[in-house]
């Protein structure tokens, strides 16, 4: 069973970038695709991005396409999530998450790291 521990969230001014890290253990991190979401206030969750053991990526909204990328260090468990030319829309508590390529469902979360983007 994997647990997952994101860092590096932030406050930021609008035109400035973030890296997102997500840190997993206890499972065997090859078997999971790896996913940010986000999630702002009053708003539901949101697909972002995700990659797989391979390091095929799974596009989320056009919202963040061409500013946020998504890449994994297999060795180190971790996945990262690059995101630049930030928008005070990108406001939000990012999460982590992880699922089998045997399903659609996400069974493991972090806790959610928050990006906050000022204008």
């Known amino acids: 069973q994997a647990q997952l521990v994101e860092s590096g969230g932030g406050m930021v001014q609008a035109g400035g970038s973030l890296s997102l890290s997500c840190a997993a253990s206890?499972?065997?991190?090859?078997?999971?695709?790896m996913g940010w979401f986000r999630q702002a206030p009053g708003k539901e969750r949101e697909f972002v991005s995700a990659i797989t053991w391979s390091g095929s990526i799974i596009y989320g909204p056009d919202s963040v396409k061409g500013r946020f990328t998504i890449s994994r260090d297999n060795a180190k468990n971790t996945v990262i999530l690059q995101m630049n030319s930030l928008k005070p829309e990108d406001t939000a508590l990012y999460y982590c998450?992880?699922?089998?390529?045997?399903?659609?469902?996400?069974?493991?979360w972090g806790q959610g790291t928050q990006v906050t983007v000022t204008s």
């Open positions: 206890g499972g065997t991190f090859s078997n999971y695709i």
């Open positions: 998450a992880a699922r089998t390529k045997y399903t659609t469902k996400y069974d493991y």
